[in-house]
């Protein structure tokens, strides 16, 4: 079965511009998760969508958003590009049950200059 | 969720096996062991999950003490693909678990030849 796939996977954007990220969950997941890991903060939890509902959200401010679609693919977007949102954005996809173990994506790279 | 504590960095032979420690003393009846590794510019990968019984399957083992204050995951004969950032994360689960896993900062594992 297909893997989570991210698009694009490399993507370099200006400060003050806003980016949209995409993401396909491994068929039959309903869960979708982003990460943002840069070297100094790590891996950091951004929202979980399930079912289309945004289900949890971390501590990211609120240029920081998302969707997940009937399909359940989703989409995250960052408005007004700061440098420091330069970062490996990485998707991950489950069940959304009780074990809930998650499978990663290769993740989208963003340069902001 | 609770709380976990590894070593930095760990080195291991080629062949041998690698036993790499967590530390969770605060965890809770309801929390549950998860590994995950992340291979350089890759996404995590999901290794094992226990709560009180220890675990095998294809890719490790994972040992947990009677206290579950502590866990052990286990790769039985370390390859150099093995080589990467591994993270212990407990969390609870539930009906309805949430997909936020909380990334510490893992150790470095170094399988030489």
């Known amino acids: 079965k297909a893997g989570v796939t991210q698009t694009p996977r490399y993507l370099i954007k200006t400060r003050g511009q806003q980016v949209t990220l995409s993401c396909s969950p491994i068929s039959g997941h309903r869960s979708v998760s982003w990460y943002q890991q840069t070297p100094g903060q790590g891996l950091q939890f951004l929202f979980e969508?399930?079912?289309?509902?945004?289900?949890n959200k971390g501590n990211f401010p609120g240029r920081f958003s998302g969707r997940q679609f009937s399909n359940s693919r989703s989409e995250m977007n960052v408005s007004t590009l700061e440098l420091g949102d330069s970062a490996l954005y990485l998707c991950a996809s489950s069940l959304g049950g009780q074990v809930n173990e998650q499978y990663f994506g290769p993740g989208t790279r963003l340069t902001v200059t | 969720d609770a709380k976990t504590t590894q070593p930095p960095s760990m080195d291991c032979a080629e062949g041998r096996a690698a036993n790499l420690p967590c530390n969770h003393s605060t965890i809770s009846g309801n929390e549950y062991v998860y590994w995950y590794r992340q291979i350089h510019s890759q996404g995590p990968q999901y290794i094992i999950h226990?709560?009180?019984n220890n675990e095998t399957n294809e890719m490790a083992s994972l040992i947990i003490t009677e206290d579950r204050k502590s866990s052990t995951l286990i790769l039985p004969h370390a390859t150099l693909r093995d080589t990467a950032v591994y993270y212990c994360?407990?969390?609870?689960?539930?009906?309805?678990?949430?997909?936020?896993?909380?990334f510490g900062k893992g150790t470095k594992l170094s399988v030489k030849p």
């Open positions: 994360i407990v969390r609870v689960v539930n009906g309805g678990s949430q997909g936020n896993l909380i």
């Open positions: 226990g709560l009180k």
């Open positions: 969508y399930f079912s289309e509902t945004q289900r």
